[in-house]
């Protein structure tokens, strides 16, 4: 299997296809939204993190670049979104391999924060990699409607550190919708 670490200006029909591909098989209620886009809430990833076998994508998670509020400062973030495996793949921890990447990336950026939002039952595969529970009731974002609220049920944040720190405290505004 092959690790690749992809820009979005560098993204090519071919692998924007098979990473759709990819996000289809591993989110069927989102078959049909992943037909159409990678981005999620509006929000596009600035690089792509694959691992492929052959020409398909076995693992994927597309990484967006964001400013946040945190305590009345802005804060640069990067955020995991459409983090997958596909089911024929899962239990190898491939997903620790390309959030690692992830990370790597972000650092390489020089972006030192990096935000995700997951379900209850994904948080344990994301603390294993490093990412830290959050708590929601910090955290406000703006919904599709430009309503300020909090996070939709179900929807766990967490953090985690790309270089050395501890994620400042305060109040999380997102200054926009989560990804």
Not at 22 to 32: G, H
Not at 126 to 131: L, P
Request: proline letters at 6%.
């Amino acid at each position: 299997m092959e690790l690749r670490v992809i820009d979005e200006l560098q993204m090519d029909a071919v692998m924007e296809a098979a990473v759709r591909a990819a996000l289809q098989a591993c989110f069927p209620r989102d078959r049909e939204h992943y037909g159409r886009t990678r981005d999620w809430h509006g929000s596009a990833p600035a690089w792509t993190v694959v691992l492929q076998e052959g020409e398909a994508v076995v693992a994927h998670v597309g990484v967006v670049d964001r400013r946040i509020r945190v305590g009345g400062q802005p804060l640069r973030v990067f955020g995991p979104q459409g983090v997958c495996v596909r089911p024929e793949h899962r239990g190898k921890r491939l997903v620790d391999k390309v959030l690692s990447a992830a990370v790597d990336e972000a650092r390489r950026r020089e972006i030192q924060w990096g935000m995700l939002f997951c379900q209850q039952a994904t948080m344990r595969i994301y603390a294993r990699t490093g990412w830290q529970e959050v708590d929601r009731t910090r955290i406000t974002r703006i919904d599709a409607d430009g309503a300020e609220g909090p996070l939709p049920e179900g929807s766990m944040p967490m953090v985690r550190c790309a270089g050395d720190g501890q994620f400042p405290l305060g109040p999380i505004h997102l200054a926009g919708n989560d990804w």
